[in-house]
């Protein structure tokens, strides 16, 4: 699941997809992370070649949770963005955590 949540992911944050596309994707915060960090456009490219995913690893904490990172490609420049991936009861993997190198998105109090 790490490459389709990183594909996902990415067409997000490169303004190809709206964010309202992963809304059954995510759970808890991750939602307004992703919408947080898709409203700054950060993987956004003029016209022409867009970011790529080029290299994806993970790690397994426990059963049904993943932790995964992958390497992002806009033109020469290299940007990493991470994210857990957490296995419901119904089988399907969902994404509960999203960061991207730069600012965090500010928590409030009850976060």
Do not use: K, N
């Not at 456009?41 to 003029?46: N, Y």
């Amino acid at each position: 699941p790490t490459d389709l949540f990183a594909d996902r992911l990415l067409a997000v944050l490169s303004g190809r997809r709206p964010v309202h596309s992963m809304l059954r994707h995510t759970l808890g915060s991750a939602y307004d992370d992703l919408s947080h960090l898709a409203e700054r456009g950060p993987l956004r490219t003029p016209r022409g070649a867009g970011p790529t995913v080029r290299d994806i690893g993970y790690y397994v904490p426990r059963p049904g949770a993943i932790e995964a990172f992958a390497r992002i490609g806009t033109g020469d420049r290299l940007r990493a963005m991470a994210f857990r991936l957490e296995l419901g009861t119904d089988h399907r993997w969902r994404c509960t955590a999203v960061e991207l190198d730069g600012p965090r998105r500010p928590r409030d109090q009850d976060d």
